[in-house]
C-alpha cells in the first residue's frame, strides 16, 4: 500500500503563485510514477501533469506547461507542484496520485490517491 497526502492548498488571488506538496508514504515509490489530477465541481478529474519517481523525467498537458511545474524529492519523498499566476479557472481540488504505469494520464491509471488539496484562485 502506498499512503499519499496532499498540502498546500488554499486561498489566493488571480496572479499569485502556490506550490502543493504530495508526500509519500507506506511501499517504496522509486519505481513509481506520481501525477497530479484536478477537479472544479460538476467537471471530470483533469490531468495536469506526471513525474517518475526514479528518472525525474516529466510530461504537463500542454495548457498547463507554461505555468506548472513539476519536481521530486526523493530524500523526502515528495513531489511537488509549483503553480504560477493562478487564475480563477484553476480553482478546483487538486490531488496526487501514483501507480507503476509510465505513461498514464488518466485517473483509471493511478492506483493511490490522496485526499485533495482545496485551491481557490479570487479575481
Known amino acids: 500500500q502506498v499512503q499519499l497526502v496532499e498540502s498546500g492548498g488554499g486561498l489566493v488571488q488571480a496572479g499569485d503563485s502556490l506550490r502543493l506538496s504530495c508526500a509519500a508514504s507506506?511501499?517504496?515509490?522509486?519505481?513509481?510514477?506520481v501525477a497530479w489530477f484536478r477537479q472544479a465541481p460538476g467537471t471530470e478529474r483533469e490531468f495536469v501533469a506526471r513525474i517518475s519517481w526514479s528518472s525525474g523525467n516529466t510530461y504537463y498537458t500542454d495548457s498547463f506547461k507554461e505555468r506548472f511545474i513539476i519536481s521530486r524529492d526523493n530524500a523526502k519523498n515528495t513531489v511537488y507542484l509549483q503553480m504560477n499566476s493562478l487564475k480563477p479557472e484553476d480553482t478546483a481540488v487538486y490531488y496526487c496520485a501514483t501507480a507503476r504505469t509510465l505513461n498514464g494520464v488518466k485517473p483509471l491509471d493511478y492506483d493511490y490517491w490522496g485526499q485533495g488539496t482545496q485551491v481557490t484562485v479570487s479575481s
Open positions: 507506506g511501499r517504496t515509490v522509486s519505481g513509481y510514477t
